[in-house]
């Protein structure tokens, strides 16, 4: 079964730093894989998704993800941290077969200090 | 353009009361997709409509939990004599005709449920 593997479930930076989350991912066969976020009481939007076209992926809000098939990784990053940044951010594989289901890692809530 | 929509926004209600949970999904996606998220298991899928093809109910934790789609638009999330620890968030999202697993499924807001 293919499952998703987010290091570090809290990460802290100061604001304009680099942001960096973890994602690594098992699978068989090439993924589908995605980076959603989730704002305080609100629902998942995309960040960007990996769908094989291109292994860097740029993304909205000036993130951008590269997938690294040696390393079974995707990780999430951004140049500058801004404050509006700060949320709680999703790797998911996309699980082929019948249903296309997403299977989500355990997210990873970012802060940003001023 | 409009979202998935999901009602109600919250929903607290007795241990043992069956409860029911709606989504709307964007119109024109023919898939749709049920997850709960909750502090102990995270993000977990529950069940899957696409079209008229029979739903993918493997992710359903038990029989307690159905599901059903009508007309291919609104689905209705049914879980009966709830238990504490039904308590959650209930996330529905839609996605448009199925390609190969590539496409971005939407989500809405959420119904979070708290069992007393």
């Known amino acids: 079964a293919q499952s998703v593997t987010q290091l570090g479930s809290h990460v802290s930076v100061s604001e304009g730093a680099l942001v960096l989350l973890r994602c690594n991912y098992s699978s068989s066969v090439p993924p589908y894989l995605f980076w959603y976020v989730q704002y305080p009481n609100q629902g998942l939007q995309l960040l960007l998704k990996y769908t094989s076209a291109a292994t860097l992926v740029k993304g909205i809000n000036g993130f951008e993800a590269e997938f690294k098939k040696s390393e079974t990784s995707f990780h999430l990053t951004k140049p500058s941290a801004h404050m509006s940044d700060a949320a709680e951010y999703f790797c998911?594989?996309?699980?082929?077969?019948?249903?296309?289901?997403?299977?989500f890692g355990s997210g990873t809530r970012l802060l940003v200090r001023p | 353009g409009a979202g998935v929509s999901q009602s109600p926004s919250n929903k607290v209600t007795e241990k043992g009361k069956d409860v029911e949970l709606r989504c709307d999904p964007i119109?024109?996606?023919?898939?749709l997709y049920w997850y709960r998220q909750s502090l102990g298991q995270g993000l977990e899928f529950l069940i899957y409509?696409?079209?008229?093809?029979?739903?993918?109910k493997s992710g359903l934790p038990s029989d307690r939990f159905s599901a059903e789609r009508t007309g291919g638009s609104v689905s209705t999330l049914t879980i009966q004599r709830t238990q504490q620890e039904d308590s959650a968030v209930y996330l529905c999202a839609s996605s448009p005709i199925k390609a190969g697993g590539s496409e971005t499924q939407y989500f809405g807001p959420g119904t979070r449920l708290l069992v007393l």
């Open positions: 119109s024109g996606h023919t898939a």
């Open positions: 409509f696409q079209g008229n093809s029979a739903p993918d």
């Open positions: 998911a594989v996309s699980e082929r077969g019948s249903s296309y289901k997403l299977i």
